[in-house]
């Protein structure tokens, strides 16, 4: 069983940055894709970020192209998410995910293990 914790959420003023961690418990994710999504107040989980089981793919969600990073370091199992120009609507609790194989997109179907979230809020 993998277990996935998130960590560095909080609350910040519009244009500020966040880093979010997620910390696997075991090794093997390092051979799995990881993702990052969010559910928003109100609203359905979608898909933030993935990438792939060495760092070298990534896909973002149109929302965050260009204001959020993802990137992993295999060695200390740690996924994480660099979020820059927040935005009021990126206010969500975000969720941490192994994918099922070396490569996943944004399907939900495609991500086998979750974390218990960590909230962003983004104040104006």
């Known amino acids: 069983q993998v277990q996935l914790v998130e960590s560095g959420g909080g609350s910040v003023q519009s244009g500020a940055s966040l880093t979010l961690s997620c910390t696997a418990s075991?090794?093997?994710?390092?051979?799995?894709?990881m993702g990052w999504f969010r559910r928003a107040p109100g609203r359905e989980r979608e898909f933030v970020a993935t990438i792939g089981w060495r760092g070298q793919s990534t896909t973002y969600a149109d929302s965050v192209n260009g204001r959020f990073t993802i990137s992993r370091d295999i060695r200390s199992n740690v996924v994480s998410l660099q979020m820059n120009n927040l935005k009021p609507e990126d206010t969500a609790v975000y969720y941490c995910?192994?994918?099922?194989?070396?490569?996943?997109?944004?399907?939900?179907?495609?991500?086998?293990?979750w974390g218990q979230g960590t909230q962003v809020t983004v104040t104006t």
């Open positions: 075991r090794r093997t994710t390092s051979n799995n894709a």
């Open positions: 995910a192994a994918g099922r194989s070396s490569f996943a997109g944004s399907g939900e179907d495609q991500y086998a293990y």
